[in-house]
């Protein structure tokens, strides 16, 4: 029984630590295309709209996507596919 009592707690942290790596700085937010910054907060505010905790977790994801896409050369940084 304590194995299983276990076991949502170390999920959990697990969730937070991975969550907590995937989060950008503001300045980082900054460098990513604003257009598309704007297009994924309005997103997440319409799939999210009372649960702000899920539209932070959202934004946090996109802006985190677009970053990686745009280090690995498939967005240019003003947005453009390539």
């Given at each position: 029984?304590?194995?299983?009592?276990?076991?949502?707690?170390?999920?959990?942290?697990?969730?937070?630590?991975?969550?907590c790596l995937d989060?950008?700085?503001?300045?980082?937010?900054?460098?990513?295309?604003?257009?598309?910054?704007?297009?994924?907060?309005?997103?997440?505010?319409a799939q999210w709209?009372?649960d702000f905790e899920?539209?932070?977790?959202?934004?946090?994801?996109?802006?985190?996507?677009?970053?990686?896409?745009?280090?690995?050369?498939?967005?240019?940084?003003?947005?453009?596919?390539?």
């Open positions: 029984m304590k194995r299983l009592a276990l076991t949502p707690a170390l999920l959990i942290g697990t969730a937070t630590s991975a969550y989060r950008l700085t503001p300045a980082e937010i900054a460098s990513l295309p604003q257009d598309q910054v704007a297009v994924a907060k309005r997103g997440c505010a709209p009372n899920m539209r932070l977790y959202c934004e946090d994801k996109q802006f985190s996507a677009m970053k990686k896409l745009i280090d690995r050369g498939s967005v240019s940084a003003k947005g453009d596919k390539l």
